[in-house]
């Protein structure tokens, strides 16, 4: 998978090339990552790449130029044709399966993170093919934005993840039904008088299975009433949640 990144601030993205799960990609070969910083593509001598907003107005607004200027040398370097993602709160939200999908299309990406007042609108309408957002906030840039993108497209690669299954049993995956995942537990079994549940101490996979499903519906409830809401749960599932929210109101 092959990802560029216009931004002023290159540097910013050290924290997802030297660490975790992208670092591993990218040393394996499984992702590439790299910038360009639309101020070496400008034309006078203080390196300008933003000016004020014409109709007035408070911030500044990033210049179209040094934008096209580092976005024609991201899609030169580009293995193939990328498809150009501006991040911006306007855009269409993100989220899990957007993250599969745009993994397993396996098309070179190239990120264009805003900063200031936005970019100029003439960018996004003659060089940009998609507008995507984290989440229904401002950010002091698009940086962060892009770094979670990446992160979570990341984690959909082929030999990513250590273990095959991560992903497919991640929250929000279609596999979970869109729902939050369910408790996990590690060594000891007993941490004062905190046990791990007994069921995932037999060994029995079906009844793990069924305590996970059950927990996962659960915690749905709980913390997330409003994707329950959008499902469908058949007969099974609504025994699950019936059969934890009892036993919820008695503890």
Not at 153 to 175: C, K, M, Q, Y
Not at 192 to 214: F, N, Y
């Amino acid at each position: 998978m092959w990802c560029g990144v216009i931004t002023l601030f290159g540097q910013m993205f050290h924290a997802i090339k030297d660490h975790g799960i992208t670092g591993r990609a990218i040393k394996n070969g499984l992702l590439t990552l790299e910038t360009w910083d639309p101020r070496d593509y400008t034309t006078d001598k203080y390196a300008t790449v933003d000016d004020r907003p014409y109709g007035g107005g408070p911030g500044m607004v990033m210049l179209a130029q040094p934008l096209r200027e580092a976005l024609a040398q991201a899609k030169f370097a580009s293995p193939g044709l990328a498809r150009v993602v501006y991040v911006t709160p306007g855009g269409e939200r993100f989220d899990h399966a957007k993250a599969r999908k745009l993994a397993q299309s396996a098309q070179p990406l190239i990120f264009v993170a805003g900063r200031y007042e936005g970019i100029d609108y003439r960018v996004i309408e003659q060089d940009i093919d998609e507008q995507l957002s984290i989440g229904d906030y401002v950010l002091s840039g698009g940086e962060l934005a892009v770094m979670v993108m990446i992160d979570a497209i990341t984690r959909w690669i082929p030999g990513a993840l250590g273990h095959e299954l991560s992903a497919v049993n991640d929250t929000f995956s279609e596999e979970m039904a869109g729902l939050l995942d369910c408790p996990h537990y590690t060594r000891p079994a007993c941490i004062g008088t905190q046990k791990v549940p007994e069921v995932l101490l037999t060994g029995d996979h079906q009844a793990i299975a069924r305590w996970r499903k059950k927990q996962s519906l659960g915690q749905t409830w709980l913390h997330r009433s409003d994707i329950l809401e959008k499902l469908t749960l058949d007969e099974t599932s609504q025994a699950l949640l019936a059969e934890f929210q009892l036993e919820y109101e008695k503890n």
